[in-house]
């Protein structure tokens, strides 16, 4: 049978899916409500809401299926108008206290299961591999809580841990709600929607994306649709439709966008960034360095995400300001990258694509600024300008023991940067090896690397410290630090402490000449 999983949202019209469709959005953006306007505009729609009761009666009353059915579907088996389940109009914050009649169901399906079996049996007709609604409850309990048994019998629901037996009202909120949700979405007629408004209610993160691919597979006639707040259970929705949901006015009216593929962009992270409400930062590191608090504190109006190195925060910005992308958004995405030798133009180039560069070699520099190590020595009562000299002595001992291999560094570096911004319009491999020839031949390295070996020496020899941070990458200096002072912590996490305290406003100023005016 071909199943029909076409449905039909506000704005987009019809979307289609493989199986299932995945709304995200931030709080308050109407997802909810989006999800009560698809039950209201599409046929055969079970919504299953996040205002549920889990309560379970011990002993179940039992009804037929399709009373059963329709107390679920409408709220009373006589009613055959969904605005009496949902009071009349309150389609989201109506409590629904249906457990009982989510069970009932069950056991009034699994006795017309039975008696199909039995007809089968006694026509001759044994079928191989048939399960009653019960046994697929079970197989999908099992493959989700292990350490579990669930016993369904007599009208009752019960599970046992080791050899301790306790009814259904007794069972942890995981246990109820994944019960409920099973049986929920199996005895479920064939061919219908169903809405799950915050399928991660109660339920651990270890077992949420299993219990929801064995539900799937137990239910490949029957198309869902997840409302959720849990980005990974978002991502775990592999071949789900994704519908970004940006904003609702109250009064029907939402923005919405399909999410498309993107190969540049990882889908997590993508779910982040439109899921934030703030400006977004990207920047080197990653998520244990102790650059990444600095920023957050620094730049406390973005959402500043890490991305281990330069590369990936260019890629990343570029990425989210495409065109195609920023259309789902409305948020400035900026880069902040390593100085890391570049040149005025480089700066300038990147500048122009929202990337912005420190006035530091590199970020761990910032914790090595003046006013930050007096600030540390200070707080232990050391003599701050003798600490000070002692850094600083130390720092430009090692620039000048590493001063060959700064000199090269910059040397090789520009020749990569050269060789990138070769082009040719030869049509043969002898022309473009000429104009290859003739690049390479404009730019003397001999030249270039006297130039550079005086510039390091004179600021060794004219102990010019900003211009040191900015020129010598150190990674092991803010550790020695640590020692030079005698302090009991890491250095730099005595400064991460100081900006949660008094003294915030001193370092955030501090930090400013450093840092590049991210607006």
């Not at 259970?233 to 939402?254: C, M």
């Not at 102790?290 to 990425?319: H, R, S």
Request: proline share 3%.
């Amino acid at each position: 049978m071909i199943i029909d999983r076409t449905i039909n949202f506000p704005e987009l019209g019809e979307v289609s899916s493989t199986q299932s469709y995945v709304l995200v959005g931030a709080n308050g953006s109407g997802k909810s409500h989006l999800g009560a306007w698809i039950e209201q505009h599409n046929d055969n729609v079970l919504r299953i809401s996040a205002q549920r009761a889990l309560s379970i009666p011990d002993t179940i009353n039992i009804i037929n299926e399709d009373a059963a059915w329709r107390k679920i579907f409408y709220g009373n088996p006589t009613e055959t108008n969904k605005g009496y389940k949902w009071q009349w109009g309150k389609y989201t914050s109506t409590l629904i206290n249906d457990y009982e009649s989510v069970l009932s169901s069950v056991f009034s399906k699994e006795s017309n299961d039975l008696r199909c079996f039995k007809d089968l049996c006694d026509q001759g007709n044994k079928p191989d591999g048939y399960e009653t609604i019960v046994e697929k409850i079970k197989k999908i309990w099992t493959e989700v809580l292990p350490q579990r048994e669930l016993i369904i019998e007599k009208f009752e629901a019960k599970a046992k841990y080791k050899e301790e037996l306790y009814k259904a009202g007794s069972m942890s909120d995981g246990e109820r709600v994944c019960l409920y949700l099973i049986s929920q979405c199996l005895i479920t007629p064939e061919n219908h929607i169903i809405v799950i408004d915050e399928p991660e209610i109660h339920l651990h993160t270890s077992i949420m994306k299993k219990l929801w691919d064995e539900i799937e597979r137990y239910c490949p006639d029957k198309t869902f649709v997840y409302i959720t707040h849990d980005l990974n259970f978002a991502t775990s929705r592999k071949t789900a439709t994704k519908i970004w949901v940006q904003s609702y006015d109250g009064h029907d009216n939402w923005k919405i966008s399909q999410i498309e593929d993107n190969d540049d962009i990882p889908e997590a992270l993508f779910l982040e960034v439109l899921g934030t409400r703030s400006p977004v930062l990207f920047v080197e590191g990653g998520k244990t360095s102790y650059d990444l608090p600095l920023y957050k504190e620094v730049f406390d109006n973005y959402l500043v995400i890490p991305c281990d190195n330069c590369q990936k925060v260019i890629e990343l910005t570029k990425a989210f300001n495409n065109p195609k992308v920023k259309s789902l958004h409305t948020y400035d995405v900026m880069g902040l990258i390593d100085h890391d030798f570049l040149t005025e133009a480089e700066k300038e180039s990147y500048l122009k694509q929202n990337i912005h560069t420190l006035n530091v070699s590199e970020v761990e520099n910032l914790f090595l600024i003046e006013p930050l190590i007096k600030l540390a020595a200070k707080q232990i009562g050391n003599d701050e300008n003798e600490v000070f000299q002692k850094v600083s002595d130390v720092l430009f001992e090692e620039m000048e023991k590493h001063k060959q291999s700064i000199v090269n560094s910059i040397c090789i570096k520009e020749i990569r940067h050269k060789l990138n911004c070769f082009s040719s319009k030869g049509n043969n491999g002898e022309e473009i090896q000429n104009d290859l020839n003739k690049h390479i031949s404009e730019f003397d390295v001999n030249e270039f690397f006297v130039q550079i070996d005086a510039i390091i020496s004179s600021i060794i020899t004219e102990r010019d410290y900003k211009k040191l941070l900015n020129m010598f990458n150190h990674k092991g200096m803010c550790q020695r630090v640590t020692g030079i002072i005698g302090l009991q912590k890491k250095y730099p996490q005595v400064i991460l402490d100081l900006m949660k305290g008094e003294k915030r406003g001193d370092i955030v100023k501090a930090l400013q000449e450093y840092l590049p005016k991210i607006d």
